[in-house]
């Protein structure tokens, strides 16, 4: 029957004569409006992103491509099928594009329709509004098509027509309904008039996993490209079709606030990754730097001076940089900076943040921004003082400054602004920590970053130590040397070395039981600072109930079975519980009768109801403690009054081990810190050779000794040895965190006075003394900053001998 089918012809008969012929004006339009506008504004969009880069992306990925180019060959189609001589195939294809033409025109005509407006003023006023009317004006060119085929096409020329715009539009639907199902879930939490509820979340989690669209919501997680939020997020999960029903607001050109936050939280929610660092989120990378590039123009940093991370910030980037560390054997202390550069290669300046984590016990005890050239010491104060400074001069100013602050216990947030446009900034940061029990120095490590660090990253380690053995990584192909009776070692760190967990080396020593060194900061009556060892060197505190909080969310899996095993080794028998983080309602699945649930990891979980419910369970538990196992908590919208309330008011002494397995953003970690009864413990996992089990374990040995201060001219214990001022400051560090919870102001003013971050102090650099005295502040002294030591040269300690021998050698004459 198909074979025996006679097609019909697609020609005009000879007496109304061909379509180009009668209507001169409609095949112009058709190839003006239909054919050559579209390739040229799909040529520039391609080429410079520039609607990605300022409105939306109307183009996320290869088959959007496909449906614009559909337009224009079905306008080629046509005007070749129109001539007389076109083959009768041509002539059979022709219809179905022109339907299916029309369904992708109209489909982008009202994704535009908000711009529409603007687009005619940009006309008037620029002449580039004729970009953002392409849509409409392939629509009217596609109409036109339409009217040709109606008017002398077949009546099969006209079935296929419609058949193919029904077909496309089909298409274009089934595309469309995973980004309007994010569209309503996104929708449904920004509505509500409080926070959304636990169960609000899990309903808009379910939902997303099952219908909804990753990439719709990860867009959506950005905002604006010109820096206003998106109203409910539905611009940029790119659903036009959710936007019919939600009352047109995604149709607003002043969209409210509050969806990105939504979004963010949601997208975390339903995949478990932050939508900070992920590179392809923004989608727009053109082939051309031009002046619609929002890369180079557009780009607004919304989080510029906050204390967030967020996302990356485009053409920012890790430049060169060093690292060097030092080992003192007497007081088991090890120290050493950080040499960081910023590269811009944006037009525009940017903020540089990243957060460090800090070696175990360890501080930031020195904070140095090069300006102009020199170096700058900082100031330090209360994180109230230097942060007001840091936006005084940076966000408004936009002058040279840079601010560290430690919002939880294991890490320091670093912010450096202006990095300049095509330039660089450069700082460097001084870390201080003791050794560990297990003879492990740990270095830091960027967790998180809102600059790029390519795999190509490298850095340069020096590791040296006036007495024992070094032992770093195989990994690192270390060259290790020993100078002047001294262990140096020196290796090139790559950026997995530098970030997420970073790296440890092994520092054998023997450390000294009586040392002290002089106190550059106090008082004349408390210049000399002397630690006692003391017999055992350590002690182990034994917990008697153990509350385990494990993150059950998806980034987690790879860790199932040194979670098991750690929890099976260091559960007491009969006084020990399992919390685990879900999807439900209550936010929680716990059991408390001493077993071990299985476990099921899915998206990323709020492990605040987790971390409520083991607290509430330990309350009024002798030598209580909680181990926390958990990845990033990014979210901003966690409900925490209860947390905080019972953090506040309980009276029952808890020691809080927070072990983070995976590296990123964690906004709960900050509400265990600086509690009058909470002894949070934070520790880094991942070393070589050691287990989950072991870190856990080993994290409950304190240190035994005691510290004394008494004047310089007083006498000194019998074997004391003279150490570096590190030891004062060390104490210090120590007295901090033992008035911080009695005294904020107490312990942020002894910080300040030591030049230490510390939960209650921060440091900032500013460019100039007036800003400093504006702000209420004074410089640190550059002598009575910490220093790492330069190990003599062979010939210098020779000749050091030689003289103290020459000296004795005259006394006895």
């Not at 102001?745 to 971050?757: D, G, P």
Request: glycine share 8%.
């Amino acid at each position: 029957m198909l074979a025996s089918t006679k097609w019909p012809n697609f020609s005009i008969p000879e007496a109304k004569g061909p379509p180009v012929r009668s209507g001169p004006p409609t095949h112009f339009w058709i190839k003006a409006a239909g054919l050559w506008w579209p390739l040229v504004v799909f040529a520039f969009e391609v080429i410079t992103r520039g609607c990605a880069g300022t409105l939306f992306d109307p183009m996320p990925d290869p088959a959007h491509h496909l449906l614009v180019l559909t337009v224009p060959l079905a306008a080629w189609i046509f005007l070749r099928a129109a001539k007389p001589e076109a083959s009768p195939r041509l002539r059979t294809v022709a219809p179905w594009l022109a339907g299916m033409a029309l369904a992708v025109s109209l489909y982008y005509a009202l994704r535009f329709l908000p711009f529409t407006l603007i687009a005619v003023a940009g006309v008037i006023f620029f002449g580039v509004g004729l970009l953002a009317l392409g849509p409409l004006l392939a629509f009217t060119a596609m109409m036109r098509m339409r009217g040709q085929f109606r008017k002398f096409g077949s009546l099969r020329d006209r079935r296929c027509l419609s058949m193919g715009f029904w077909l496309m539009t089909a298409v274009l639907l089934l595309v469309e309904i995973p980004a309007s199902v994010t569209a309503f879930a996104v929708k449904s939490l920004n509505d509500r008039e409080q926070s959304p509820a636990p169960a609000d979340w899990a309903a808009a989690t379910r939902m997303m996993r099952r219908f909804g669209s990753d990439k719709a919501l990860l867009r959506s997680c950005y905002g604006s490209r010109m820096g206003a939020e998106v109203d409910d997020g539905l611009a940029y999960a790119q659903s036009w079709l959710a936007s019919l029903f939600l009352q047109g607001q995604s149709l607003s050109m002043f969209p409210r606030h509050g969806s990105v936050t939504v979004s963010r939280d949601l997208y975390y929610r339903v995949t478990g990754r932050s939508f900070d660092g992920q590179e392809s989120s923004r989608g727009y990378r053109p082939w051309l730097f031009t002046t619609f590039n929002s890369e180079r123009n557009f780009f607004l940093d919304e989080d510029r001076g906050g204390t967030r991370v967020a996302g990356k910030t485009p053409g920012l980037s890790l430049g060169e940089g060093r690292l060097d560390w030092h080992c003192e054997e007497a007081s088991g202390l090890t120290w050493g900076e950080w040499t960081l550069t910023f590269e811009n290669s944006g037009a525009a300046a940017q903020e540089a943040r990243c957060r460090i984590a800090l070696p175990p016990e360890g501080f930031v005890s020195r904070v140095t921004l090069w300006v102009n050239g020199e170096p700058q010491e900082a100031a330090y104060s209360t994180v109230a003082k230097v942060r007001n400074a840091y936006e005084q001069v940076a966000v408004r100013e936009r002058r040279d400054p840079v601010l560290v602050t430690q919002p939880d216990a294991g890490s320091v947030l670093v912010q450096a602004f202006p990095v300049p446009a095509r330039g660089r900034l450069k700082t460097r940061i001084s870390f201080t920590a003791p050794a560990g029990l297990d003879s492990r120095v740990w270095l830091p490590s960027i967790l998180e970053s809102n600059f790029n660090i390519g795999p190509a990253a490298s850095l340069p380690l020096w590791v040296q130590a006036d007495h024992g053995t070094l032992e770093l990584p195989a990994a690192l192909k270390a060259h290790a040397v020993t100078e002047a009776g001294a262990p140096t070692a020196t290796a090139s760190l790559t950026a997995a070395d530098i970030t997420g967990l970073g790296r440890s080396f092994v520092w054998r020593h023997q450390t000294k039981p009586v040392v002290f060194c002089t106190d550059p900061f106090a008082a004349p009556e408390h210049k000399t600072v002397v630690r006692s060892t003391g017999a055992p060197a350590s002690t182990a505190f034994k917990p008697q109930s153990v509350a385990w909080v494990i993150d059950t969310s998806a980034p987690m899996e790879p860790h199932r079975k040194a979670i098991e095993e750690a929890v099976k080794k260091g559960s007491p028998a009969g006084q020990s519980a399992v919390f685990l983080p879900d999807d439900s309602d209550a936010g929680v699945r716990s059991l408390t009768n001493g077993g071990f649930p299985p476990l099921d990891f899915a998206g990323g979980r709020d492990n605040t109801a987790a971390l409520l419910a083991a607290l509430e369970w330990l309350r009024g538990r002798p030598d209580a403690a909680l181990i926390w196992l958990h990845g990033p908590q990014p979210l901003q919208q966690m409900r925490q009054e209860a947390l905080d309330q019972l953090l506040q008011r309980g009276v029952t002494p808890v020691t809080v081990v927070d072990v983070p397995l995976i590296p990123g953003e964690n906004r709960l970690s900050p509400h265990l810190s600086a509690r009058e009864r909470i002894r949070l413990i934070s520790v880094r996992s991942g070393a070589e050779g050691t287990t989950l089990g072991d870190v856990v374990e080993s994290s409950f040995s304190e240190r035994g000794g005691k510290f004394i201060t008494q004047p310089a001219e007083s006498p000194l214990p019998e074997g004391a040895v003279r150490v570096q001022d590190s030891l004062a400051r060390w104490h210090a560090r120590l007295e901090t965190s033992r008035l911080g919870f009695q005294d904020a102001a107490a312990a942020s003013t002894l910080a300040s006075s030591r030049q230490l971050v510390t939960p209650w102090s921060g440091a900032v650099v500013l460019e100039r003394s007036e800003d400093y005295k504006r702000n209420g502040l004074e410089q640190a002294d550059v002598s009575l900053s910490q220093q790492v030591p330069v190990i003599p040269e062979p010939s210098s300690a020779l000749l050091l001998f030689l003289t103290a021998g020459h000296w004795l050698f005259r006394r006895r004459r």
